[in-house]
């Protein structure tokens, strides 16, 4: 009997291999671990012969286990896989998977429940991001390995405005610990947003609806408040086809000077192009990103190439999306992904079943 192939997507650090070929192979499955990630399939600019080299690649697994977003799996690319069998991925929720695709051919489709962490590992990740920015670390760190000194400010965030643009789970976690933490005062904006849903939230996240003086604790406002007073504005949305390049130049150029711009949720939820021009210009004091239009980040990207902070450019700090990226969170990802493999062979039921994407 030829064995199962199964392929493991996009795993830069190398954290599958011990979980899957120590638990796998001695069954008789068959794993290859990819460690880079091809252009998306489904991403406008891609020509057709990197979609096929994509297809070729993928083409004789009967077992795909993807990392999140990394490699987005829309309905074309899903009906040129003729072997496929079973689809996992991590995450109980993920925007790139047409699942109605995967679910007419009969393939299963699973994710995975991560551990629960207070603040989770994004949170952690954004509020990262927010300090470096406004205290200067990665310049200042800079500095002092070229053999300088002290050669710009910090920036204080005690008692600011705290803009967050969302206000689920991320938003509301972040928002506490900047209100916690830095006293900043929160103002919150989305689509469909209302004040008792604020309150509520503040509510459950242990907060004072409002303080002494009736001041809403989590105040919900109008979009052009939001970032026009925002000290700091970040996104804390969900990708989803109304999200999709929400955030434009006419709602950038309405920021303070002084104000940052943080985006640790999905990069196409902000018109890249408009962002950047904003940078490029100075108009704000700083951007914070851990997540880009496409992942990875091309080597030609402008985010990468022009001199931030010089010649009159805003200061811009990037991380490379990380902010699930923890070995321990990862290891147990796999570890979820591997169970549900031995599941479906023994024809069991599998966990964390998707019936569409989540959102």
């Not at 009967?62 to 074309?76: D, H, K, L, N, V």
């Not at 640790?264 to 021009?277: A, K, M, Q, Y």
């Not at 023994?346 to 019936?355: D, L, N, Q, S």
């Amino acid at each position: 009997m030829a064995p199962i192939k199964i392929a493991v997507l996009d795993d830069y650090q190398l954290v599958s291999p011990p979980i899957f070929e120590i638990k796998l192979q001695p069954l008789g499955f068959e794993v290859t671990i990819f460690t880079d990630t091809l252009l998306p399939y489904n991403h406008p600019n891609t020509p057709q012969d990197d979609k096929d080299a994509l297809v070729k690649r993928l083409e004789p697994f009967e077992i795909i286990c993807s990392m999140r977003e990394r490699t987005p799996f829309p309905a074309e690319l899903v009906n040129r896989l003729p072997n496929l069998k079973l689809f996992l991925t991590t995450g109980p929720r993920n925007a790139s998977i047409d699942v109605k695709a995967l679910s007419a051919r009969g393939i299963p489709v699973a994710g995975t429940v991560p551990e629960k962490r207070v603040p989770d590992n994004t949170t952690q990740h954004c509020v990262g991001l927010i300090l470096s920015l406004a205290r200067n670390i990665p310049q200042d760190d800079a500095v002092m390995k070229s053999g300088s000194w002290q050669t710009g400010f910090a920036t204080n965030l005690a008692g600011k405005v705290f803009g967050t643009i969302g206000l689920g789970r991320l938003g509301t976690s972040v928002s506490r610990i900047m209100h916690i933490a830095f006293g900043m005062k929160i103002i919150a904006w989305s689509t469909n947003l209302t004040q008792e849903a604020a309150d509520e939230k503040a509510k459950a996240a242990g907060l004072p609806v409002e303080d002494a003086n009736g001041e809403k604790t989590f105040k919900v406002v109008s979009r052009d408040e939001l970032f026009s007073s925002a000290d700091v504005a970040s996104v804390q949305l969900v990708l989803s086809d109304r999200s999709r390049g929400l955030i434009t130049a006419d709602d950038l150029r309405k920021m303070k000077s002084s104000a940052f711009f943080v985006n640790t949720s999905r990069g196409p939820i902000v018109v890249e192009d408009d962002l950047l021009d904003v940078a490029k210009k100075g108009a704000i004091r700083g951007v914070g990103l851990d997540v880009y239009e496409i992942e990875p980040l091309p080597t030609s990207s402008e985010w990468r190439k022009v001199k931030w902070g010089e010649d009159g450019t805003s200061k811009v700090v990037l991380s490379p999306h990380m902010g699930y990226v923890q070995e321990d969170h990862l290891t147990d990802m796999y570890q979820k992904q591997v169970e549900n493999i031995l599941r479906w062979h023994k024809g069991e039921a599998m966990a964390t079943v998707y019936t569409d994407n989540g959102y």
